[in-house]
């Protein structure tokens, strides 16, 4: 980690230490009325990390989950985006950042915000993307969250290893794959991470793994059939389930609301809703 370990390092002033003290007590504090948090990640850019991050989030909300979804990408924040909330200015109460809330009640922090607005010196404090994220999770409001869904940038970096360095008691890491065994092998670079993070439950989903023919419905796997199940049995993690490829999802980046789950008769809203209900029963139900 670049800073030192989570206490600060021994060049740090005692002001600086004191100030970095205060945030552990920010961050144990904030994370405590936070029942669940969910990370999710992948080994590759452009495997619909984001899509299935917000689409999750959404669905917990729809199911009555108070929800939050902090997206820690700093280089390319799309979560504001994915809910239609892109360019917001952000509203300081009590010295904390609030976040903004979606249509549907989820709570969304992202860089995408600051970038945007001027006014919010706060966050700025520490240079470094540790620091900006370790802000994401001490200084914003996010007040009582039944499960928080944490949106990284692809790879090992130092984002998912500040989230998992500051929230390890994080219920479970997400992975998300398409089913080639180029990405495939960069997930296994995040497993290992993950386990070596001491995060005990980890689960798998295959995105873009099917397309279904708009004329007969025929489920096509282009690359082969069963990929990210037989994956998740390798690696010894949990199978949640897979996401078709469909024009809807790609078009949802350009709409208001996360199209995909708004509909409950639409069939990936279904596939949300199954992985959703393995979130549930496979990582929650040890304190329900
Ligand atoms: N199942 C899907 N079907 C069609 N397009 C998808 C699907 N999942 C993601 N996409 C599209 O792929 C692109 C990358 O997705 P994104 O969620 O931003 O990936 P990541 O966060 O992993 O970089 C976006 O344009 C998104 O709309
Ligand atoms: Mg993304
Ligand atoms: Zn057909």
Known sequence: MPEGNHH????????????????????ANNM?????????????GGVGKST??????????????????LDVDIHGPNIPKLFGKEGQVLGIEDNKILPVMSDDNVAIMSMGFLLDSQDTPIIW?????TGVIRQFISDVKWGNLDVLIIDNPPGTGDEPLTVLQTIPEADAVVMVTTPNSLSQEDVLKCV??????????????????????PHCGEKINIFGKNQGEN?????????????????????????????????????VSKEFKDIVEKIEDKFFKKDE
């Open 8 to 27: 600060g390092n021994p060049n740090m002033s005692k002001e600086e230490q004191k100030a970095r003290i205060q945030q552990e007590i920010n961050i």
């Open 32 to 44: 405590s009325h936070i029942k669940h948090k969910i990370v999710v990640m992948s080994g590759k």
């Open 52 to 69: 299935v991050a917000a689409n999750i989030a959404e669905t917990f909300a729809k199911k009555g989950y108070k929800t939050g979804i």
């Open 125 to 129: 404090r520490g240079p470094q993307k």
């Open 192 to 213: 290992t991470m993950a386990k070596k993070m001491n995060i005990k439950q980890i689960g798998l989903v295959e995105n873009m793994a099917y397309f279904e023919c």
């Open 231 to 267: 994956f998740a049995k390798l690696m010894d993690i949990d199978y949640l389930g897979d996401i078709p490829l469909t024009e809807e999802v790609s078009n949802a980046v350009d709409e208001d609301t996360i199209t995909t789950v708004e509909d409950p008769k639409n069939p």
